[in-house]
């Protein structure tokens, strides 16, 4: 099915490399990673703890800065952006969801949902239709006017999505998005997810350590040591199928099954 | 090692600890600063007996009460500490460390710190002290003639005596607050998905609809009626218990305001739609709302002191403005004696309560007496002495004399006033100046004075005499302000004034206020009086009230020697005919006011400055720690902000917006009320003079200010570090 996409490139990402610390106690959290995803996909990264997953994720989302190597997004290369400008970036061009949703406590999910319209200055009545509709897709539209703290987890986190689409970015980078999430409100989670790429055509690049949730995604990358292992592509395969050769592979790089549920 | 643990613990955890030690720093410099003032008065070389003990004794009794102040402050902030660090502390004791060393480490730090400020506030009140020392001097009106450096060990101890109370309290706190502490509660700390509190908007927003009538209503009652300090003893009762009534109005009004503010602003701001959707508005808003439901009770109380310290030290200083500014006016001569007459309405009084013995001989007076021979010991010998066994007359001191003699505006035998400032308002068709309202002044209406007098009194003061006929009239009135205008009103309007039949008509067109002085005074001594002719006044037979016997010293003589020899004058009992007339009032030399003036408008001023200032610090810590802790429990929020792309700007103007809410939300109310208390107390204090909020209250005020908008900016820049931080904080792994 992805075969017959239009391959253009969302996201570039070349030589990668991210070092912390200083001289004599260096740690390669990134060592050469390169990757493209095009437009439409729904990509998975998984990898055990440690493995540079969640660094790979913070760089490509522009949050954590690259050590070397280029990452362009839509053609631009986000290493090279001045701070004021990767904000702007992060708002027009990325939209975030997290293992824990990230809400904030003292707005109600309307307006959750609703902030990165209004940072970007959009007009009062543009955002009230645009919160309704991704409201409507997600299907938390009877929850908006709650505070997040009187929602289930499973709403609260697709109330994170909905503020996440709610820009119609380029990308939406999804963080261990089901780490806290009990197995039928992560179902349910994956599965808008999985909606809104195939629907609405949305690129998702979702960051795992859990096969289940990498089995609803289109093509999945390994990394192990900070580098990419391997990388398996879902094809016309369905779900459980593709489950099982995740499960495979996760075997095969080092008994990491017991990380995954 | 414990202690290496605790002073890793201050140096890391220092952001936290900086408002503390900066409110700790500041209370310890100005707690000594101020309890050296009694030594301060000494070298500034005013050398008023009792004065500087005076003052050291009343500013140590304040310092018990502002250190229970800082107590319950330093409490505050260091529960804020406290919370911020559970986390830490429940680590120590996961890691197998015991509660006791837990305690002992927690213990070491409150240690250092309170050292650390300790001896930064004593050095710092040691400079400041001695800076003060010239403001002493100039307060007191004298020259420093011999600076040197001094040290107050007495102020030194009572301050370490205080902070020491205060410490031991914060540390009980603190090993209370580790004992009972579950580690489980002290490893989860830090919560997620926050409940908020929130409150029915409609109810808020009517609350505080509630909140701005009763304070509107409050202030409406205060300037109609003003403070019950006037009204007689029959309408005090009924003042105190209106006056009870719209404090308490004032008070609970304040309190609603605060209680449905939340409610309110994001009603008002979800109204506007267009302003509510956009940038981080939104955030703000409901930010602000979930703290101010937490903290609306304290930004009450913030409120209200800070009115108190805003109107308790403007006022006091004014006053003591007023008093200094007059003084010139308020005593004409180097020493005064009063001597008050027997009444119809008076003398029953005096026979039966205050000298029953010698009722037989007081009587009703028909005429007024000589002072001057009285005092003189002419009519019976003199027999005080000095030290040195010395005999003195009054002649011998006495230059310059003249003798004022007031009557009541009815002849002897009659009842109420002729002339009475009531009467002369209904007149004009104005309204009577507030003083008078209720009062008992204005029974007693103004008092009759011979144009002789009067005009002897110019001429020693180096004035023209004023020329006033037979069916003439010159209103005076030392106290200035609205009485005086009211005269000079009275008089510029032509109004005629009636006594005894006699139609008098004004001789000048405006009151004299600067000779008006009948007597040495603090305050004013002449309420109003009318001077007529002297041949009119003969005429009219009226009842004497007052003589006033008003003396210069000897041209040439020492002042300070005459204060000192005419002690020693004896006043005799004022005889005639081996009746008594009247009873000796008030003797008061120049001097003696002028170093009461001066000492009252020190004392004021550092009472005042001194309350004032440890109150609005207070405030402001406690305002500063709230913000600092809500920052610090919101900083996840920041962070989430930042992620979905807002840039750095637009979250540093959240916080100072949501910061300059909490800061100047209290100061507003706090000022309004002080605006309109003012404004009631100008309007009374008006009636002696012309009260004038500058000059030093400007300058208190300014001080006042820089603290509270330094505490704000403090707040705000490490509010914007912690924001920084905890947007640098990667989120993962």
Request: proline share 2%; hydrophobic share 45%; net charge neutral.
């Amino acid at each position: 099915m992805q075969t017959t996409q239009t391959a253009t490139p969302v996201l570039e990402v070349a030589h990668l490399e991210k070092v912390y610390g200083a001289l004599g106690n260096v740690t390669r959290a990134l060592n050469d990673v390169s990757f493209t995803v095009n437009r439409g996909e729904f990509v998975g990264i998984m990898g055990a703890s440690g493995s540079g997953k969640s660094t790979l994720l913070n760089c490509v989302s522009t949050i954590d800065s690259a050590t070397s190597g280029t990452i362009r997004i839509n053609g631009q290369d986000v290493t090279r952006m001045k701070q004021a400008k990767l904000s702007q970036f992060r708002r027009e061009e990325l939209g975030f969801i997290f293992q824990d949703s990230n809400l904030l406590d003292t707005l109600t999910a309307r307006e959750n949902i609703a902030l990165p319209l209004t940072i970007a200055r959009t007009n009062s009545a543009e955002i009230s239709t645009r919160v309704q509709d991704v409201a409507a897709r997600l299907s938390i539209s009877q929850v908006l006017d709650k505070y997040p703290y009187q929602m289930s987890g499973g709403q609260q986190q697709r109330v994170a999505a909905a503020r996440a689409l709610v820009t119609d970015p380029t990308m939406i980078m999804a963080d261990e998005p089901t780490g806290a999430l009990d197995s039928k409100s992560a179902r349910l989670l994956l599965e808008s997810l999985e909606a809104l790429n195939r629907r609405l055509r949305a690129t998702v690049l979702m960051v795992t350590h859990d096969s289940f949730a990498a089995s609803y995604t289109s093509r999945v990358l390994f990394i192990r040591d900070g580098k990419i292992f391997t990388e398996l592509r879902r094809g016309d395969t369905d779900r459980r199928e593709f489950f099982d050769r995740i499960m495979e592979v996760v075997a095969m790089m080092g008994g990491e099954g017991s990380d995954a549920l | 090692m414990l202690c290496k643990l605790a002073w890793g613990n201050v140096r890391r955890a220092g952001r936290d600890y900086l408002v503390y030690l900066l409110t700790l720093t500041l209370g310890v410099t100005v707690f000594y600063a101020f309890n050296t003032v009694s030594m301060q008065v000494d070298i500034a070389g005013i050398k008023e007996e009792g004065l500087s003990e005076l003052m050291g004794s009343m500013l140590g009794y304040l310092t018990y009460f502002l250190a229970g102040v800082m107590a319950f402050l330093m409490v505050y902030a260091n529960n804020f500490i406290m919370k911020r660090r559970k986390k830490e502390f429940g680590l120590y004791q996961v890691l197998g460390m015991g509660r006791g060393r837990v305690a002992t480490i927690m213990a070491l730090e409150t240690v250092i710190v309170s050292v650390g400020a300790f001896v930064a506030g004593i050095v710092l009140g040691v400079g400041l002290s001695q800076l003060m020392t010239f403001f002493t001097a100039s307060l007191f009106k004298t020259q420093i003639a011999n600076f040197h450096f001094f040290f107050s060990v007495h102020a030194f101890n009572l301050t370490l005596a205080c902070m020491l109370a205060m410490f031991v309290l914060t540390l009980l706190l603190n090993l209370r607050a580790v004992r009972r502490t579950k580690l489980i509660e002290l490893m989860g700390a830090e919560r997620r998905n926050e409940s908020i509190k929130t409150r029915n908007p409609w109810i808020a927003i009517a609350i505080f609809a509630v909140g701005a009538v009763l304070v509107g209503v409050a202030y409406y009652r205060l300037l109609r009626d003003g403070f019950p300090l006037t009204a007689t003893d029959t309408k005090l009762q009924e003042a105190m218990n209106q006056f009870g009534i719209t404090t308490a109005m004032v008070t609970v009004g304040t309190f609603a305001l605060f209680w449905g503010l939340s409610g309110m602003l994001i009603k008002l701001l979800q109204g506007l739609r267009s302003v509510y959707w956009r940038g981080l508005n939104m955030f703000t808003v409901r930010q602000l709302a979930a703290k101010v439901n937490t903290v609306c009770f304290s930004m009450g109380v913030i409120a209200m002191i800070l009115f108190l310290a805003i109107t308790s030290v403007t006022c006091g200083m004014s006053i003591a403005n007023v008093m200094n500014e007059n003084l010139e006016r308020y005593n004409p001569v180097d020493v005064s004696q009063t001597y008050v007459y027997y009444t119809p309405e008076t003398l029953d009084y005096y026979k039966e309560y205050v000298n029953p013995s010698e009722a037989d001989r007081m009587v009703l007076a028909d005429a007024t007496v000589d002072l001057y021979a009285a005092w003189h010991g002419e009519r019976k010998s003199a027999d005080n002495n000095d030290e040195t066994g010395k005999k003195v007359n009054i002649a011998d001191v006495a230059g310059e004399h003249v003798q004022i003699d007031s009557y009541l505006s009815y002849p002897l035998g009659g009842s109420g006033p002729s002339v009475a400032a009531g009467e002369m308002c209904k007149a004009m068709g104005e309204k009577l100046p507030k003083v008078l309202e209720g009062s008992n002044a204005d029974d007693m209406g103004l008092f009759v004075t011979p144009a002789s007098q009067y005009n002897k009194l110019r001429q020693m003061m180096g004035e023209e005499p004023v020329s006033i006929g037979r069916d003439q009239y010159v209103l005076t009135c030392d106290m200035g302000g609205e009485l005086g205008d009211l005269y000079t009103k009275y008089m510029a309007g032509g109004h005629t004034l009636t006594l005894g039949g006699h139609e008098l008509k004004p001789a000048t067109d405006k009151s004299d206020k600067d000779t008006a002085a009948i007597a040495n005074s603090g305050l004013g001594s002449n309420p109003g009086t009318v001077v007529v002719a002297d041949e009119l006044l003969s005429q009219l037979n009226l009842q004497p009230y007052a003589s006033n016997l008003l003396v210069n010293y000897k041209r040439g003589m020492d002042v300070a020697e005459a204060d000192e020899l005419i002690k020693y004058t004896m006043l005799d009992n004022l005889l005639v005919d081996g009746k008594e007339p009247g009873s000796w009032g008030v003797f008061m030399t120049r001097s003696e006011l002028y170093t009461q003036a001066a000492q009252m408008n020190g004392m004021i001023s550092y009472l005042a400055i001194y309350i004032g200032f440890v109150l609005v610090v207070a405030c402001a810590a406690i305002l500063s720690i709230q913000q600092l802790s809500n920052v610090a429990d919101g900083s996840r929020s920041y962070r989430v902000l930042a992620q979905i792309g807002c840039d750095d700007r637009q979250i540093r103007h959240s916080v100072m917006a949501q910061q300059a809410v909490f800061f100047l939300f209290p100061l507003a109310v706090g000022l309004a009320h002080s605006f309109v208390a003012l404004k009631v107390i100008i309007e009374l204090v008006s009636t002696f003079g012309n009260m004038s909020i500058g000059g030093t209250v400007g300058l208190t005020c300014a001080i006042f200010l820089a603290a509270y908008g330094g505490y704000f900016l403090v707040t705000y820049l490490m509010s914007t570090g912690m924001v920084r931080a905890a947007i640098a904080t990667r989120y993962s792994e």
